[in-house]
């Protein structure tokens, strides 16, 4: 994966999800838009004494049906505890 296929995510999504800081990359990792790739990555960028680093925080379907979490709700999850309906 090239640095090219990362995207911000939105500091404050419609859904309750608050992933400021945080970037994604959509899957399968290909030259298609992104409507064709229903899955995604969700990392935490950092930087230590090795150089800078992608930490992955969730992977799953972007727009699942209802019933399923959505990446965004699973990463928002990992960050603040809860899921953002709670």
């Not at 500091?11 to 290909?30: F, H, M, N, Q, W």
């Not at 230590?48 to 928002?76: C, I, K, M, N």
Request: net charge positive; aromatic share 10%; hydrophobic share 30%.
């Amino acid at each position: 994966m090239s640095m090219s296929e990362l995207r911000s995510c939105a500091a404050e999504g419609s859904d309750g999800t608050r992933l400021k800081g945080l970037v994604k990359a959509y899957v399968p990792i290909c030259g298609a838009a992104a409507s064709q790739r229903p899955y995604g990555f969700v990392y935490s960028p950092g930087r230590d004494d090795q150089g800078v680093y992608l930490a992955l925080v969730a992977f799953g379907e972007r727009h699942p049906r209802a019933g399923t979490r959505s990446v965004y709700e699973r990463a928002h999850k990992r960050l603040h505890g809860r899921y953002p309906d709670q």
